[in-house]
């Protein structure tokens, strides 16, 4: 094994939570409606109306009309794009998967809610495999396609608002997916999404911790990435939506009362340098997805929070762009997966 290898072996060895093998191993409901049952009282849920989608434009991106304001990254065909290659990113993690929870101990998931949305990819994945489920999706955008699986239904709704649906205890499975940044309050996300899962339902959140992992010291030639990295922290926290916080929500899981809670790590290299088939396919499409992100969280942030003049900013998006392009750059991302149960057995009573 080469110095490289060793070194990285060790850094995965450290951390007890991580799951993926060393950077370096891999060598080479068509009847949803009476399904459901029930029906979704929350604020605006079903009509799209002219509000919804009268987004806002500025400095080149579209941004959500609903609760104008709140989430700070677009929802235009660009960031869509960029949605649906961070799906195909999290999907080769998990090796095609969707899912990490044990959902299937007591039979197929009924009802099933993704937070936050987006596209509506993960949704519609879910709905195919699993065609006894309903999926509902919401999110503040109504960006997700009209042909869609008929057993998935998506809502315009803002999930940090009171729930209300019936009957409470609703949902078999909540997942919510890349959401650091978009919540201003997990403890209370947690608290509920426990109160509307059935008793032995799942809870289960994927993220990305928004930290860029240095291999071996090549971090100080991207001053620039170093350097946005703390700027972009610091203005997600005064706006009160923090980035960093996948690395916390284990707790937050446990502390608003789920049982069971169990988390992994996944690292994933950013760019083609780690070795192996499996991590250099992911490298290259998480290096693109990086390069693809840079200007849409940039945007907002620092023109809104830290007040920097759109020229600035994108001066700045461009030399951290450069810094991801620079071959001497070995870095890497964590991936945090936490899932965890409501105590009590998945038994129905209606
Ligand atoms: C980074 S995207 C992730 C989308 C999707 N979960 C995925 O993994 O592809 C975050 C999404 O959360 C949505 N969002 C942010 N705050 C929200 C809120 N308070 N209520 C509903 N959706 C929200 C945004 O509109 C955006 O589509």
């Known amino acids: 094994m080469s110095h490289l290898e060793s070194h990285l072996t060790d850094a995965t060895e450290q951390s007890n939570t991580s799951h993926q093998p060393p950077l370096v191993e891999d060598s080479d409901p068509s009847d949803a409606d009476s399904a459901y049952g029930a029906s979704i009282n929350s604020t605006i849920s079903a009509s799209l109306t002219s509000s919804v989608l009268n987004y806002r434009y500025e400095n080149g991106r579209r941004y959500h009309a609903y609760r104008e304001g709140q989430y700070y990254l677009p929802n235009d065909e660009d960031e ?185 790590i996944y690292k994933v290299p950013i760019g083609t340098w780690a070795k192996g088939r499996k991590f250099k396919e992911l490298g290259r499409y998480s290096l693109v997805q990086f390069l693809d992100s840079v200007e849409p969280f940039s945007l907002a942030l620092f023109t809104r929070v830290l007040g920097y003049t759109v020229d600035e900013t994108k001066i700045m998006i461009a030399k951290v762009k450069s810094d991801l392009h620079n071959p001497k750059l070995h870095s890497y991302l964590h991936f945090h997966l936490v899932w965890g149960r409501k105590a009590g057995e998945l038994g129905r009573s209606e």
């Not at 403890?187 to 993220?207: D, H, I, K, V």
């Not at 010291?217 to 926290?237: F, M, Q, Y």
């Open 80 to 264: 869509q794009a960029r949605l649906d290659m961070l799906h195909h990113i999290f999907c080769l993690v998990l090796d095609g998967a969707l899912f990490r929870a044990p959902l299937f101990q007591h039979g197929q998931p009924q009802r099933v809610l993704d937070l936050g949305c987006g596209t509506g990819i993960w949704c519609m994945g879910f709905a195919d495999e699993f065609p006894e489920s309903l999926v509902i999706g919401i999110d503040l955008s109504p960006i997700q396609p009209d042909w869609v699986p008929p057993n998935c239904k998506f809502y315009v709704d803002d999930i940090e608002s009171e729930w209300a649906y019936s009957p409470i205890e609703h949902f078999d499975y909540i997942h919510g997916r890349a959401l650091c940044g978009s919540i201003a309050d997990w403890p209370r996300l947690f608290t509920q999404s426990l109160a509307n899962l059935r008793p032995g339902g799942w809870l289960e959140m994927q993220e990305f911790y928004c930290h860029v992992y240095d291999y071996d010291g090549g971090i100080d030639n991207a001053p620039c990435l170093k350097d946005w990295e703390v700027k972009i922290t610091e203005a997600s926290r005064r706006f009160g939506k923090d980035l960093k916080k996948a690395n916390v929500l284990k707790q937050h899981m446990e502390d608003a009362g789920f049982v069971d809670v169990q988390e992994e």
